[in-house]
C-alpha cells in the first residue's frame, strides 16, 4: 500500500512538474492563450466543429484550454479528448426548475449555476493567463463565460450555432459579448440589426478535404442492409428531432417508390432518447405506410463518410428546426453528390438551386419527391450538380479557411 501510495504522489509531481514547464515554454514563445467553452453534448455540430479547429490549430501560435461539462461524452467531444489538448471538467449542472417562475428560475441558475462556473472560468483565466474566451454556443448556453469576461476584462467570442432568433434575455447578455461569430450571410443580418455592425462577423463552417473512403466497408453496410448495387439509394443525416424533417422524407420516400420502384431510403442518426422518442414516432410512420422493407434507419454512425459514398441523393429536410449551417450538406458536396435541401437559413446558403442541387419548400414532401425523382431520373443532372457541389465546397467550405480566418481574428483581439 506504501509503496503504491508513493509511487502516485511521485507521478503526480510529475505531471505539475512538466505541466508547469509546459506553462513557462508557452510563455516564453508569447503563444496566445484560449480558453474554449463547449456545454453541448457532443453529438451535434458545434462539437464537431470545435474538434476540426483543435486538430488544425497552429499550436506554435496558440495553446488552448477546453473546458466540457463531466456529464456529456458525444462522439465528438471524445475524439476531442483525444488530441492530447488540457481538458477541465465542470461538475456544475445547470437545472430546469419548470415548475417555478421565470424569474426565480433565473435566480436560482444565477446562483447555482453561472456564478460559481464563471468564478471558475474567471479564476483559470487570470491564472493561465488567458488572452481570449472562445464561448461555442449561443448566448443563453455561454452566460457563465460572458460573466468571466466581465469579471476579468478579457474578450470574449460567442459562436452561434443556430439561426433562432436570440430572446431579450440573450439580447441583454449579448451586449457583454465583444464579437459574434455566425455561420451564415443571414445569420450575420440578424446579429447586425440587434448588436453594433463591427461586432458580428460571418466564418463558414469548414471540414477536411481529404477522404478516407473504405470500399470494402461500404460493401458490408450496403450487403448488411440489403442495398443491390443498382438500386437508388436516397440518405438523409443528422439527430432525430422535431423539426428537423424526417417525418417529410419518409412520406416523401412514399410518393419516390411508386415512381422508382427501385430505391431505397437510408436514415443516419438517433434521437439519443428513450422509448418515447421522435425515433419511435418515425418507425410507426413507416410501418403504417408499408416502407419498412424501403426505409432503413441505421441508426448513429461515428463516420457517416462510407455511407454518403454509395447515395446517390442527400436530403436535409429540416423545417422548423434551427439550423445554423449544415455540415452534412458540405460533407456531401465534398463527395460530388447532389442534395436536396429545404429553404432555412443554412443549407439554403450552402446550396445554390439548380445548380448544386435543388432547394424546396419546408414541409413539402410532394416537392421534396418531385426533386428527388427528377435527379434520380437525370445522371447527367446529377453529376452536373455534384461537380459544381464540389466545386463550391473547394473555394468556400474547407477547415483550412475556416481556422485561418477564426486565427485571424484572435490575434485581432489581442492586439
Not at 500500500?1 to 514547464?21: G, P, Q, R, V
Not at 477541465?88 to 449555476?113: D, S
Not at 455561454?142 to 467570442?157: K, L, Q
Not at 432503413?296 to 436535409?316: E, K, R, T
Request: with cysteine; charged share 20%; hydrophobic share 40%.
Amino acid at each position: 500500500m506504501y509503496d503504491w501510495y508513493t509511487k502516485f504522489i511521485s507521478i503526480e509531481i510529475k505531471n505539475i512538474l512538466l505541466h508547469e514547464i509546459n506553462m513557462m515554454l508557452c510563455c516564453m514563445k508569447n503563444k496566445i492563450s484560449i480558453l474554449y467553452y463547449e456545454p453541448t453534448s457532443g453529438y451535434g455540430g458545434s462539437a464537431r466543429c470545435l474538434l476540426g479547429w483543435l486538430k488544425h490549430l497552429d499550436t506554435n501560435r496558440f495553446s488552448p484550454i477546453i473546458f466540457l461539462h463531466y456529464y456529456n461524452n458525444g462522439p465528438a467531444l471524445q475524439e476531442i479528448k483525444k488530441l492530447g489538448f488540457e481538458i477541465k471538467y465542470i461538475y456544475l449542472k445547470r437545472y430546469a426548475f419548470n415548475k417555478l417562475p421565470g424569474l426565480l428560475k433565473i435566480v436560482l441558475n444565477f446562483i447555482l449555476f453561472y456564478l460559481p462556473v464563471a468564478l471558475i472560468f474567471a479564476f483559470y483565466t487570470i491564472k493561465r493567463k488567458i488572452k481570449i474566451l472562445h464561448l461555442n454556443c449561443i448566448i443563453s448556453g455561454v452566460i457563465p463565460g460572458i460573466i468571466a469576461s466581465i469579471i476579468t476584462g478579457v474578450p470574449c467570442i460567442c459562436h452561434i450555432h443556430d439561426s433562432s432568433i436570440p430572446s431579450k434575455f440573450d439580447i441583454l447578455w449579448g451586449r457583454f459579448v465583444d464579437v459574434f461569430i455566425t455561420l451564415t450571410d443571414k445569420g450575420k443580418e440578424m446579429y447586425r440589426a440587434l448588436f453594433p455592425n463591427k461586432k458580428v462577423i460571418r466564418i463558414y463552417n469548414g471540414i477536411e478535404s481529404s477522404l478516407n473512403i473504405n470500399e470494402t466497408e461500404v460493401k458490408k453496410i450496403k450487403t448488411s442492409f440489403n442495398i443491390p448495387d443498382n438500386w437508388k439509394v436516397v440518405g438523409i443525416i443528422g439527430r432525430i428531432l422535431p423539426g428537423k424533417g424526417f417525418d417529410d422524407f419518409i412520406q416523401a420516400a412514399k410518393l419516390v417508390k411508386e415512381k422508382v420502384p427501385n430505391s431505397k431510403f437510408v436514415i443516419v442518426g438517433n434521437s439519443i432518447c428513450d422509448e418515447n422518442s421522435e425515433e419511435q414516432k418515425l418507425k410507426q410512420m413507416v410501418r403504417y405506410l408499408n416502407l419498412h422493407n424501403d426505409v432503413i434507419f441505421a441508426g448513429w454512425q461515428d463516420d457517416i463518410q462510407n455511407f454518403i459514398s454509395f447515395f446517390d441523393v442527400l436530403v436535409q429536410a429540416s423545417s422548423y428546426y434551427p439550423e445554423g449551417f449544415g455540415l452534412t450538406c458540405i460533407e456531401g458536396m465534398r463527395q460530388s453528390k447532389p442534395l436536396v435541401v429545404t429553404n432555412i437559413p443554412g443549407p439554403s446558403e450552402i446550396v445554390v438551386n439548380n445548380q448544386t442541387g435543388f432547394i424546396v419548400t419546408p414541409q413539402k414532401p410532394n416537392e421534396l419527391s418531385e426533386a428527388i425523382i427528377k435527379i434520380i431520373e437525370n445522371p447527367e443532372l446529377a453529376e452536373r450538380f455534384g461537380k459544381f457541389g464540389k466545386e463550391r465546397f473547394e473555394s468556400l467550405f474547407t477547415i483550412d479557411k475556416t481556422v485561418t480566418a477564426i486565427q485571424g481574428l484572435y490575434v485581432n483581439l489581442v492586439k
